[in-house]
């Protein structure tokens, strides 16, 4: 059997397809052939698969997107879903199987290999928030659109002594809103691990104002906890809508945001949410670079039946890490990084 399954799964990014060249180009070292699993673990209970040939291939490099599709099934979730997971591997004759994911695809890759399934993984997501891994595929590109789009907020915003609130994606995780707001030199970065109060934004403002800063941008993270006057979290998401790893769907913080500076202050705030653009369009040069060494080395641990582990860049360098590690905790932005970026607020 040189077979080899390969399926990405949960939100889409840039660096899927150049990973999944590296895998096919790797494979062809030792005569494995690739198949691809459509729509994430959807395709698998449902064995539904797509030849990957070659020529195909070769523009892989330079698209977004992933062109194998991607959906958000949880087989632990499902009935016998399990079960039908590992006869799936079977009856399609995979020697092995290389799972694209974040956090939910590699939890589910991670237990299918701890019950002894020949299951290998790969890191992405927008959010970088996996474990025991510098960057995930990506992440990278997020952080090049995410900056950009701040970069023109920029103009418009001076033009007009505008308050710009920008909203941007992430998740549980402040990466992307700490990179981009750095990178686009946000006057004040609100995320997930570190709860402001609405006032400090205010007091930002003034501080800005009183040093003749007439514009100001505000980059808050979808998943920014935002504390009112008693210090108590200001809750604006609806619980009940959740996905099938029992994600809660996170947006509208921006807009909140907007209203509450707009109400304190009496300044003119608008909002923009950067939404899936961050997550449209081609990789970057570092996420052609990154996406590809993992998918070479995901096919590298499948060619010596490293099973329940993944490729992860750790201090510049491509290392092989366990599923399990990567998976077991999200990784948040730290308080000292935090302290770098408090420098550049008001
Ligand atoms: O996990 C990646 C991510 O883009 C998150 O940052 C965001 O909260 C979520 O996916 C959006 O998911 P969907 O594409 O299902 O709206």
Not at 75 to 95: F, H, M, S, T, V
Request: overall charge neutral; aromatic content about 6%; charged content about 25%.
């Amino acid at each position: 059997m040189k077979k080899v399954g390969v399926l990405t799964g949960g939100g889409d990014c840039p660096g899927l397809n150049p990973a999944i060249r590296g895998i096919c180009r790797q494979a062809q070292s030792t005569g494995h052939t690739v198949v691809g699993i459509r729509r994430g673990w959807k395709g698998l209970l449902e064995q539904e698969t797509k030849d990957l040939n070659i020529a195909e291939i070769d523009e892989l490099l330079y698209q977004g997107g992933t062109a194998l599709r991607s959906s958000r099934t949880n087989p632990y979730n499902e009935e016998g879903g399990p079960e039908r997971a590992k006869k799936a591997i079977q009856d399609l004759g995979l020697e092995a199987l290389i799972a694209i994911g974040g956090e939910d695809t590699l939890g589910v890759a991670s237990k299918l290999a701890a019950e002894g399934q020949p299951v290998v993984g790969l890191a992405k997501t927008i959010d970088n928030d996996l474990d025991v891994t510098d960057f995930t595929l990506g992440f990278p590109s997020a952080v090049e659109i995410a900056t950009q789009a701040f970069d023109r907020i920029k103009t418009t915003a001076q033009s007009h002594d505008r308050v710009m609130v920008v909203e941007v994606m992430g998740r549980h995780a402040g990466w992307l809103t700490y990179y981009a707001g750095l990178a686009g030199g946000a006057d004040a970065i609100l995320l997930p691990e570190f709860p402001m109060p609405i006032q400090e934004v205010c007091d930002i403002l003034k501080k800005l104002e009183a040093r003749g800063k007439e514009y100001a941008i505000i980059a808050v993270a979808e998943g920014a906890k935002v504390l009112d006057d008693q210090g108590k979290e200001i809750a604006i998401h609806s619980k009940e809508a959740v996905d099938s790893f029992g994600h809660v769907q996170l947006g509208g913080i921006g807009d909140f945001v907007k209203e509450l500076l707009k109400n304190r202050t009496g300044r003119d705030v608008r909002s923009t949410v950067l939404g899936h653009t961050q997550r449209g369009g081609s990789p970057s040069a570092f996420d052609r670079i990154l996406s590809t060494a993992y998918g070479v080395r995901a096919m590298q641990l499948v060619q010596n039946k490293e099973y329940g582990k993944m490729p992860a860049l750790v201090g510049g360098k491509i290392e092989t890490v366990s599923l399990a590690n990567a998976v077991e905790k999200l990784k948040l932005v730290p308080k000292e990084a935090y302290e770098l970026a408090r420098t550049f607020f008001g």
